[in-house]
């Protein structure tokens, strides 16, 4: 097997950085994607639940399962778009949204819970929409990393660029 020579090395490990920065955008990018389908569904679960006064784990149960569902429609409309049918497109956003929705839903409902009164804070109190994007900016956080090791092995949102 040749050697390389200096350049080649020297441009071999430029493309690794490269392609480690872009790892880090595309799961940064692929997480925003996420977290603005889930905060649809965390707020509209979080404020609906508040106002028609549920207990705090009817009122998570109904923000994870709207977070789910806006999580998947926003990747549907994607795909839908591309040309895929509607059980394809289906089979590609629980293929590209499913981990990263439920790490996110996780992180965040654990903080909203955590936060004392955050849960019962009405609507118009600062306490419940401060914890609420605390929550949301912990969750996108540790959720990047989650996604970029999906990523890397062509899961999680991966899926998606196959039909972008």
């Known amino acids: 097997m040749p050697h390389e020579t200096h350049h080649e090395h020297s441009t071999h490990h430029e493309h690794h950085e490269r392609t480690a920065g872009r790892g880090w955008r595309t799961a940064a990018l692929a997480t925003l994607h996420c977290l603005t389908g ?9 404020a609906a639940g508040t106002a028609l006064g549920l207990s705090n784990g ?7 399962l709207l977070a789910f569902a806006s999580g998947y429609a926003l990747t549907m409309r994607g795909v839908l778009r591309a040309g895929l049918d509607a059980r394809q497109a289906l089979r590609v956003a629980l293929a590209a949204d499913t981990v990263s929705i439920l790490v996110m839903e996780l992180i965040d409902n654990t903080v909203m819970a955590a936060v004392p009164g955050a849960m019962d804070a009405g609507l118009g109190d600062a306490l419940f929409w401060t914890s609420l994007a605390a929550s949301l900016a912990l969750a996108f956080a540790l959720t990047v990393p989650v996604n970029r090791g999906l990523i890397a092995r062509g899961r999680g949102h991966a899926a998606v660029h196959a039909h972008h």
């Open 58 to 64: 009817a009122t998570i149960a109904l923000s994870v």
């Open 38 to 46: 889930c905060a649809i569904g965390e707020v509209a679960g979080l």
